[in-house]
């Protein structure tokens, strides 16, 4: 931020909307000689006057305190990629989550049958696999639905 710069845009901008510097300082509460020190390159505004100054003199907050051009296009191109990162993370995170799933299902139902395998009937081990068969479909699904909605 360059206090010269600043002033500069203030009084361009003051001037070419036909306003006096005792007129902005109205509009802001404030002085006409701390419109004059902006506009000098003597002093900042106030950052809480920013927003006012800029609504004031029809400019933007971003023109007012930065003599950067902001380049929209280069700006979604940055946010594109962004969003492009965060949704190849997730998928690789519920990727992850997925087996870890599966692999901690597949590790209770054989610890299970090792422990029971004696007093269980066949019929109560097929209900068993079933459940954990279903369970690991349910989260499979589950994930698959997320992750194409990414």
């Given at each position: 931020m360059d206090v010269i710069y600043t002033g500069n845009v203030i009084a361009e901008a003051r001037k070419a909307k036909g306003l006096t510097q005792q007129e902005l300082a109205e509009k802001l509460n404030v002085t006409n000689k701390a419109v004059s020190k902006w506009e000098r390159g003597i002093n900042y505004p106030d950052i809480s006057l920013l927003k006012p100054i800029a609504k004031a003199?029809?400019?933007?907050?971003?023109?007012?305190?930065?003599?950067?051009?902001?380049?929209?296009?280069k700006t979604l191109e940055i946010a594109s990629q962004i969003t492009d990162t965060r949704k190849q993370f997730f998928k690789k995170d519920i990727k992850q989550r997925l087996w870890l799933c599966t692999i901690i299902s597949m590790i209770g139902f054989a610890m299970m049958y090792l422990i029971n395998r004696d007093f269980l009937e066949l019929e109560r081990v097929s209900y068993l696999l079933e459940f954990f068969c279903f369970q690991s479909a349910l989260m499979s699904a589950?994930?698959?639905f997320y992750m194409r909605n990414l």
């Open positions: 003199l029809d400019i933007s907050t971003l023109k007012l305190i930065s003599d950067e051009e902001v380049d929209s296009e589950s994930s698959l």
